[in-house]
Each structure stands twice: as structure tokens, then as C-alpha cells.
């Protein structure tokens, strides 16, 4: 019976991680110019169904940034409404539920300003970096000696729909260059 569980769980998390390969995909260049912030120039992608542009799947829409340089800064991935995904919510709720911190202090339903919203949202971002989605993401950032590195995220809050617990935040995944990318200057 372990067994067959074992391959259950595992043909769901394959599911899981193809269904991030077809989500479709835009990318735009942010310009950002001020007397406050640097002039920084990057790429960020964004869910189809939440922008405007030629939609792609993921590894189409590196491609698209690439052929347009070399060495493109692609800044995040922006998650926007895929934080509904029913994947994202059973990983990211499933891990909150095995923190002692979460059993401790629950947060409130409904409002994002709450006592320990600041220990929670370390905790959403860890269980996001964790993700089969993420895991997805990151498979094909590789091939460009990137990842997703980090997760930055607004106005988190949870709550409880058909006896079940949903998360709601506005979320950017960072990407930055791979650990294992290798120095042109000293290659290994």
C-alpha cells in the first residue's frame, strides 16, 4: 500500500511540475529611471493570462529574451493570479501546516496586517522556493545559469473557503544568476 502511494504522490508532483511548463508567458523590459533607484534595466515575466504580449510557455519565453542579448538581467517572475493554482496552494499550505510557528500564532483570516505576518511570509516564501512549480521554473532558468533565488511578496494574507485554508499575496519570484555559473575569466 506505501508503495502505491509512493507512485501516486509521485505521478501528482510530475503533473504538478508539467503544469507549470504550460502556463503561458509574456516578458516586457522595465525601465526604471529616477533620482531614488539607479537606472536598471530588466526583464520581467509575467503570467499570459495577467499582461499583454505574445504569450509562450516558459522555456519559449527565455529564448525570446535571449535573442534580443547575450546577457539579459531577467529581474522576476511575476506570479500574479497562478497563486490560486490548486498545486501552489496544497504545497504552500501543506508546509505552513508543519511549522511549529504556523500550529502557534495561526494568522487571522482576511486582513494582512497581524501579529507574525512578517514569520509567516518567510514561511510562504520558503515553501514557495521548495515548490514543484518553482522546481519547474528553475529546470529551464538553468540552462541559462539562472534561478530563482528569492521571493518578494505584498499584502499576504489567508482564508477559508469550503473548510479549506488559501493564501492571496502579490508575489515576484527573483531571479538571479546560479551558483554554479561559471566564470568566463576562470572556468572551472
Do not use: C
Not at 51 to 74: C, D, M, Q, V, W
Not at 127 to 148: E, G, M, P
Amino acid at each position: 500500500m506505501k508503495h502505491l502511494f509512493g507512485t501516486f504522490a509521485g505521478l501528482v508532483i510530475s503533473v504538478w511540475a508539467a503544469h507549470a511548463q504550460n502556463v503561458q508567458w509574456t516578458a516586457h523590459v522595465v525601465h526604471h529611471d529616477s533620482s531614488k533607484v539607479e537606472i536598471d534595466d530588466g526583464w520581467v515575466i509575467s503570467p499570459a493570462s495577467d499582461s499583454a504580449g505574445e504569450s509562450r510557455g516558459f522555456k519559449e519565453t527565455l529564448e525570446a529574451i535571449y535573442a534580443h542579448g547575450n546577457a539579459p538581467h531577467i529581474k522576476h517572475v511575476y506570479l500574479g493570479t497562478l497563486f490560486h493554482r490548486d498545486d501552489l496552494q496544497a504545497e504552500v499550505v501543506g508546509y505552513l501546516k508543519k511549522q511549529k510557528s504556523f500550529h502557534d500564532s495561526p494568522p487571522p483570516f482576511g486582513t494582512w496586517a497581524f501579529k507574525g505576518s512578517g514569520e509567516i511570509q518567510k514561511l510562504v516564501s520558503e515553501a514557495l522556493l521548495q515548490s514543484q512549480f518553482v522546481t519547474a521554473l528553475n529546470n529551464v532558468l538553468s540552462r541559462h545559469k539562472q534561478t530563482i533565488g528569492s521571493v518578494s511578496m505584498e499584502k499576504l494574507y489567508f482564508t477559508k473557503e469550503h473548510d479549506k485554508i488559501i493564501w492571496h499575496a502579490i508575489v515576484w519570484l527573483l531571479v538571479t544568476p546560479s551558483a554554479n555559473k561559471v566564470d568566463a575569466a576562470n572556468p572551472a
